[in-house]
């Protein structure tokens, strides 16, 4: 019995079946990645709105309305 021929063809299978396992493994890494990621953005969101409303708090507490201001004075008046 001889020994089975390498076939070129069989070989170019096999390199391409490789390479389709190590990209699907790269696509569900990346996928995780992503996962990750969006929760990471979403919890940033989540600070930005939290300071952009109290510095909008402290804006209002710090400087109250002009509007304010005019009205007493009429008051006085």
Avoid: F
Wanted: avoid cysteine; glycine fraction near 2%.
């Amino acid at each position: 019995m001889s020994m089975p021929r390498k076939d070129p063809i069989w070989e170019d299978h096999r390199t391409w079946l490789r390479l389709k396992r190590e990209l699907e493994g790269k696509l569900e890494e990346l996928d995780r990645e992503e996962a990750t990621l969006l929760d990471e953005l979403s919890r940033v969101e989540e600070q930005v709105a939290y300071y952009g409303s109290l510095t909008k708090e402290m804006k209002r507490t710090l400087d109250p309305p002009k509007l304010n201001k005019l009205l007493r004075s009429w008051r006085r008046a």
